[in-house]
């Protein structure tokens, strides 16, 4: 390997992210996409599919933090969770710190991105594998979800963007199934992209949220590698709580929930204030 070996992520034709490899941990071809783990010299460990960053060590828990628990603490109890993706155990590990969470549906397409993030990346799941909570389940999420009736206090959709074979677990026929599964007060979350570059791509995501479900919010957080670094995620649901900094920070205190990277009561709040281009995006 040269000591310049480099990862580049083409985020536009424009623009490209390059992060130095230390040393390469694997390359494979699985069934579904291109799978490479490096480790670089800046950032720790990353995990890319099809070229693009999925995460690294260093700010995994800025995007996984903000994927999971707006949704979780705007629930009163969260017993039973669906997660559609998120082979990487990041998500899974922190629907796990909740503790009247009882069991996880874990369910991912590519069986070997799962057990290579399970033999390379333990910072990032830290055993939420072997939990006897989890119930780990091989299968596309569009096929597998629409088995279920009113089940799961919360689906969470950690997907790849809104594009190319991800893109049925965005459009209205999935959030259809996910709308069928959850209970009658249940919250969907997922990412969808960023609304600097992916305009078009955000855009699709929250039309197709509205023609689904009763209330829909758009939230932002940063995370440093992905394009932009700002990030959009939305929730999802026929009734989404207003809850306020104090009411978060209770349930935070009740639930044990300490040591956040990133989420906080406050940034909570903040991240559902979206700036004029964010709005004007939406309407």
Same mark, same amino acid.
């Given at each position: 390997m040269s000591e310049d070996d480099f990862f580049t992520e083409k985020q536009t034709d424009g623009v490209h992210l390059s992060l130095k490899v230390r040393r390469w941990l694997l390359r494979q071809k699985t069934q579904y996409q291109e799978l @490479?783990?490096?480790?670089?010299?800046? =950032?720790?460990?990353?995990?890319?599919?099809?070229?693009?960053?999925?995460?690294?060590?260093a700010d995994e828990a800025f995007y996984h933090e903000m994927l999971v628990h707006p949704t979780l603490l705007s629930l009163d109890n969260p017993q039973l969770v669906a997660v559609i993706g998120g082979g990487d155990g990041g998500t899974v590990?922190?629907?796990?710190?909740?503790p009247s969470v009882q069991r996880?549906?874990? @369910?991912?397409?590519?069986?070997?991105? =799962?057990?290579?993030?399970k033999e390379l990346l333990p910072s990032v799941h830290r055993g939420a594998f072997d939990d006897p909570r989890v119930e780990l389940v091989i299968a596309p999420g569009e096929e597998w979800l629409p088995k279920f009736r009113e089940t799961f206090d919360a689906i969470i959709v950690d997907g790849t963007d809104p594009i190319g074979p991800a893109l049925p677990l965005f459009e209205p026929p999935f959030f259809q199934a996910c709308r069928q599964a959850l209970k009658r007060d249940g919250i969907?979350?997922?990412q969808c992209g960023t609304p600097f570059y992916f305009r078009d791509e955000v855009r699709m995501v929250w039309r197709n949220l509205k023609q689904v479900f009763e209330q829909v919010k758009l939230?932002?957080?940063?995370?440093?590698?992905?394009?932009?670094?700002?990030w959009a995620y939305a929730i999802a649901g026929n009734f989404l709580p207003n809850?306020?900094?104090?009411?978060?920070?209770r349930r935070c205190q009740q639930r044990g929930l300490t040591?956040?990277?990133y989420y906080s009561p406050e940034v909570h709040i903040a991240s559902f204030a979206l700036p004029p281009f964010v709005q004007e995006l939406l309407q």
């Open positions: @490479v783990l490096a480790e670089t010299t800046e =950032l720790g460990r990353l995990l890319a599919l099809d070229g693009k960053v999925m995460l690294t060590e590990r922190e629907i796990l710190r909740h996880v549906f874990w @369910v991912e397409i590519d069986e070997a991105v =799962l057990n290579a993030c969907l979350s997922l939230y932002l957080g940063f995370v440093p590698t992905y394009p932009s670094g700002l809850l306020d900094a104090a009411d978060l920070h040591n956040f990277r």
